[in-house]
């Protein structure tokens, strides 16, 4: 099978809850956002007028980056030369307390990308978001939607209320593996705790930086709590996590493993051969040497070019997430242009 460019995460821009989802939700939520006049439930992750958070030859002359389907089609298939292209969705329905309403945003939004972007382009593909505050409500979202095979992941943010590997998301693991679904975590947060381990920043480089900190930690959880034992199919593609990072990680978990495995019996094998076989990382935005020879070198240090997805980011697309790319890629033979990956890689 010839290989499929895709790009694995664009995101398209929720206009509003009162005014982009109302039409999706039923007549129960639909009072309760008038009433209530909920609204911009914008992640302040991304906040939309920030620069950092749209390229300036990407925004629109009215509305948010990413709201514009037009816009992202040039952007992801013309500009870019993707032959799919995978939506990923992040709106509050992932940060608020209330489980139902988390739900009900969650289904909304599903409904809405399918029928305004889906069905649209047959090009594009989406994750399905899901309300991980309450698991049996996420996987019902998942069985919803599983038979739709334009949906090709599971969207879950790398800092919610407790780490990925505690059983009780575990079902929700299980519903990924049956309907061959990866679990595609993304840089974000519910706001549940602070970013680092240590407390709040007073900088947005800070939040920005400390996101790798995140990742991290859900990488271990699924590894030590026996996710991905338990769960053998079960793939983990991160979003927005960076790459650079993951040399000195997966020598330094080996390490430890050595060490204190007699307390993890049932991880039988080294940490960093678990991630090669189960975890993807996109590559933007990518921390990059400054040449392809460094880039290559790093890819030999995890030991495996298999791990890299293509991603350019259409949302956010500050000049550091896309200069990197364009750099490495000027040699085409190199193998830090290795990402181009097949479509069966991500469903089934």
Request: proline fraction near 7%; aromatic fraction near 10%.
């Amino acid at each position: 099978m010839a290989a499929t460019r895709i790009d694995c995460d664009i995101h398209p821009a929720v206009g509003g809850t009162r005014t982009t989802l109302l039409p999706y939700l039923d007549d129960h939520w639909k009072e309760q956002v008038v009433s209530r006049a909920i609204d911009g439930l914008d992640l302040t992750s991304y906040p939309p007028n920030m620069p950092l958070s749209g390229r300036p030859d990407w925004r629109p002359v009215q509305g948010k980056p990413g709201s514009d389907l037009a816009m992202v089609q040039r952007g992801a298939f013309d500009q870019l030369g993707a032959s799919h292209a995978i939506c990923n969705v992040l709106y509050g329905a992932q940060a608020v307390y209330d489980p139902y309403m988390a739900s009900a945003f969650c289904k909304a939004i599903n409904d809405w990308i399918a029928a305004e972007w889906l069905s649209k382009d047959e090009r594009l593909r989406a994750s399905i978001v899901v309300p991980m505050q309450a698991p049996d409500l996420a996987i019902e979202e998942i069985e919803r939607r599983a038979d739709d095979h334009r949906f090709v992941s599971i969207l879950v943010l790398s800092q919610g209320e407790t780490l990925l590997g505690r059983r009780h998301f575990w079902p929700v693991y299980q519903a990924a593996e049956k309907y061959k679904l990866p679990l595609a975590i993304h840089a974000g947060s519910q706001y549940r705790f602070a970013p680092s381990s240590i407390g709040w920043p007073s900088y947005r480089y800070e939040y920005y930086f400390v996101e790798a900190q995140a990742f991290q930690a859900q990488i271990l959880s699924l590894i030590y709590e026996g996710v991905f034992g338990k769960f053998p199919g079960l793939k983990v593609v991160l979003m927005e996590s960076g790459v650079s990072w993951l040399p000195a990680f997966m020598w330094r978990a080996n390490k430890t493993w050595r060490g204190v495995r007699v307390e993890v019996p049932w991880v039988e094998r080294e940490p960093a051969s678990i991630i090669r076989d189960h975890v993807r990382v996109t590559m933007q935005p990518f921390d990059a040497p400054p040449d392809a020879t460094g880039v290559a070198d790093v890819i030999d240090q995890i030991g495996s070019d298999k791990m890299s997805c293509l991603r350019r980011i259409i949302r956010i697309g500050s000049s550091t997430a896309t200069t990197p790319s364009r750099r490495i890629c000027r040699n085409p033979s190199s193998r830090a242009c290795a990402p181009t990956i097949r479509w069966r890689r991500f469903r089934g």
